[in-house]
């Protein structure tokens, strides 16, 4: 179950990032879904390097090919099986790191628990996995958008830059010259700035996504325990890098009165909105927002000490093809992870 | 499975703030275990309101009567269920609440969800459900005992004032004579004041709670989902008026470069003390630590607006026993929950 | 879990037979159902030994005295717990058995997974515990009869002698004059000859419960793994004694050709009634049925020899109360269990 | 979650028999154990019709490929991913079959449950589906190898013909001469006769399989619910066409004494063989065995009448390559089920 998520629409998450391919069943899909195919392509191009030069030097294919579940592109009620072949990779650029923890990584936390590990670019523990997320991702937006409701991420902090308008107000606001999935076009040049500065030290840069849910009706989650924030927290921080899950303006939040919060009800019914859109573990019925914290990438260009498998201090130059800056590649993460988890929800 | 939470050491909760009893079930405890009672009332008295008469006027006995799974005061390896009567409880209280969706609260959300709901004392998405998980959490850190493994919570930020130094250090650090759990005991009087500035405005206090866990071995969590930090994090979340978690310095760490973060080795295979002490969700061996952000609580003693079932705004006063600050109350149910899921996990 | 059963609607079980209380929680009930206190208390009766005075000499209470997730006699949607005291044990009948394994017993079993055990009255391994399905069994009848589903079981098979009728006759066919919870008269007295003769010399008697379910509409279970009928094993192969599970007539079936099955075609798109009403693992729309078989009641009255916890063979003679045909006080627990898994089902 | 089984060792099945590809997923396999290649072939060899000319027409090439969890040769401890690629399909046979339900089959339930269906080769209902099943249990087998469990099963009975001796004296017993995998090499002639007479006049044959685990310890299992058989039966009931389950001689045990079944003590601590090596939902550390009652296939080669999908009764006459008699590939599916059965509770 460690590489599953969800209750009855559940996903199951496979591969190393080079081994022969990386994929995943979504089980309890309901039957007579017509696939969106090019929804599927247009988050996996969203996800991959494609556009991203500043940031990475990969080129993925990232074909999605179908075993199951499904017959003339509808939905069965079946398990969808799909598979991404890894094609893109050099295994050779990681051998002198079979022997080395990469400061910062996994590396010597999977060495503990397992004993042995694909070193080769990180093996499970690359975010290469997540690829197959958003593929079943994107199958759950489709089944949210027949309660018409719409799942969008947005970068909204970079290295301490951050937008501080309402995240109410940052639907349809990417444009294809964004690079930075930023919805604030002026931030997103400063935030560009800072990123290219870092990458050119060979350094990697960290920050913030907003995620905004629109459209679910009131009564969606669960008391006590399974509260819909608590599941929407545990899938997003299930995503390489991400260290930190606020519901609304969560820590800012703590800092107020009772009053203070209390005081701004949007309409009837309806909480403050920096409060999330959940109460009590269950949705409003005003839009859901929350935000996602990512560390810097672990992986950094310059040169750094590091302790190998022996205990003893070495140099190390990490070569192979990694992210200084990953944010915008993980905004149809997050999107994946959340509509997974929301799509979950409405299925009990 | 709503009000279940662990895979092979599962607690399950019930009860009503204002019905019977409230209690739970903790299954899959090791036969064996020979409980350690006082740690139990120790424990419920840090969260009943006693001595913490700044912040509450309601006095519960909180007597826990188990009903199986012990013999002799040695766990059987069956199901250990417990109850506590409800007994300070004035429902008549509420009664002007029937039909009132106080502002802050589940209560309009219970109510779509659920079509019905228990007005007294705010039901079950009262904050006296939490005297259940404390007896839980109790029984697992007396599990996680026998590994060496300690759990304390401390209040590290109280309306904006907060605890810089270092997490590592707050072992210990409570004292009797500090009622709101801070480490460092002159800022605990400075949280103090403003605490009672906002109780006697009729208003709240919100706040974060910092949880350490000390002697967690090095490999223990999972990849991909049940990442230990996204457990921690869907565990503390579950808490009444938990609004946000991070693991380490998280949202901090995210305006940082690579580098820096990296760069602070405290020693080999260890990474840097401000990513709380796990790693691609497998604990590192090192210290982990976490913070919980509280919202101020909803309830607060001045008068509201408020829509009623009919939509209309009406004038409220909330009567009944509430508190304007919970924090120190909220203290071990943090402990409680990060108990049951770290020792959830060395059961697999 | 292991004292879980259900996945949306979820029953845990606790209490050892001479502990304080026997009791459970039914999570994942739906809110607005009245409770129909008759049923549970007839059911309770049922499974009761009152007026079962040949084959056991036991006077249980069984009050259940709900601690939550009622209000005003209708439930709320959050936890049912409940307990049944323990009233009626004389715990020193069982001194003698502390170390002594009684044959067709679990006690070495229970010891070698736990180490320790409750010898009381077999402690949680005794039948005792079905008093806790019981209710919760009553209140899945109530979420059933909304959908005007039925469940019925009766004893078919007693010590060989068998009611060869066709099991859809069977409903409403017990009388208060007779105690075997048999639906044909005649044979019910061969039955009960049969057993008193056994309980005279001391011994114990086994047999057959057939149940059947009325009104399931077609296409309730799931393909592949979680079929309906291998659901329904798990549940009732769950009872104490419980040792085989057929599916209509699944053991004579196996001797047939596929010819003779297909033929008998009962109405349009409904399979052969002696395949049980569950095709590929999921229902027809016509009458569901199955079979349980119950090895006789392990304690005996007469002497046995028997293995101490030193290996070495002992002269035994079982003290206590207990029964020597406890198929009429089953009936109630294969329906509960049944009706509980029904319940489940039509809850995703 | 309707597709996956196991709490720990989970395994996640997809594929339609005339879809690209049949596979699945084996999540929570221990790292470090070296895959036995030939193992995983025979028994993928003794599941195909190669060899079983009488029963079958088919030629299946099943080929697996692993697609990860596996580095030279060894498991990583990450999910095991296969797929076997659906070569020998001819859909066209399955044309005339859109709209009827044929008689025994799952077409109408699936119709019922989920308004579409894979109609070819009946799709996800196809026993095409087990050909995953054996891959993981074949790899549940070298777990269960490193604590000397062996898990071996014979066809024991056919159209009425039993083999009457004791199931411990079975293993190793078939020879590569015996098509029908039976422990009695003369009663596998009378089986084959009768097979062969229903096969030459279009009709289909049933039996039981006898399953036989050597060398689990005592202690393993659960009280209450997840017993050990009642998990057996579950895993066993999904077996396409499987409708009966009994542990040791269950439905034969009903009809005897309790002196009778205690009696038999074989040796200190264990009970009677008939009972089946588990005592209580827990092994008892004998020889665990127990019996499933396969229904005939429900395609035969005669002419039928059968129902289409307006309700009109119809004329079918079923193309496509189907088995008359498929217990014999049958065994290790039973063999994989019970596999995958044992060492998942061994991993908790």
């Not at 590489?3 to 039957?31: M, Q, Y």
């Not at 090919?65 to 509808?74: A, H, N, P, R």
């Not at 907003?210 to 669960?222: D, F, H, P, Y």
């Not at 509260?227 to 519901?247: C, D, M, Q, R």
């Amino acid at each position: 179950m460690s590489n599953s998520i969800g209750r009855n629409l559940v996903f199951t998450s496979f591969g190393e990032s080079h081994g022969p391919a990386t994929g995943g069943i979504l089980d309890g899909c309901p039957a007579g879904i017509k696939l969106d195919y090019d929804l599927i392509n247009s988050d996996l191009r969203r996800r991959s390097p494609i556009g991203k030069k500043a940031t990475t030097s990969r080129v993925e294919a990232d074909q999605c090919e179908f075993l199951s579940g499904i017959l003339d592109g509808v939905t069965l009620g079946t398990p969808i099986a799909y598979l991404i072949r890894n094609t893109d990779v050099k295994s050779s650029d990681y051998d002198d790191l079979k022997e080395v923890f990469r400061p910062g990584h996994a590396d010597h936390t999977w060495a503990a628990k397992f004993g042995i590990r694909d070193h080769r670019g990180g093996g499970r523990a690359s975010a290469r996995e997540t690829v197959a997320r958003v593929v079943a991702g994107a199958i759950a937006k489709m089944l949210l958008a027949a309660s018409n409701i719409s799942v969008e991420a947005f970068v909204t902090s970079v290295a301490g830059i951050t937008v501080e308008s309402d995240p109410a107000s940052f639907s349809g606001k990417i444009s294809a010259s964004n690079p930075i999935s930023c919805p604030d076009q002026k931030i997103a040049g400063l935030m560009l700035s800072e990123v290219e500065k870092n990458h050119k030290s060979g350094d990697s840069t960290g920050g913030v996504i907003t995620c905004v849910v629109q459209n679910v009706q009131a009564g969606i989650g669960s008391p006590v325990f399974n509260k819909l924030h608590a599941s929407l927290a545990y899938a997003n921080l299930s995503i390489p890098a991400a260290k930190g899950f606020e519901l609304g303006a969560g820590f800012e939040n703590s800092k107020l009165k009772g009053s203070e919060l209390n005081d701004s009800l949007l309409k009837p019914n309806i909480s403050a909105a920096s409060l999330g859109g959940i109460n009590g573990g269950i949705s409003n019925g005003g839009i859901i927002w929350f935000r996602v914290a990512f560390r810097p990438a672990a992986s950094i260009a310059m040169e750094q000490k590091a302790y190998n498998s022996e205990g003893k201090m070495v140099s190390l130059k990490i070569r192979g093809r990694h992210d200084s800056f990953f944010l915008p590649r993980a905004v149809p993460v997050v999107e994946a992870m959340t509509a997974l988890t929301i799509a979950d929800y409405l299925s009990y």
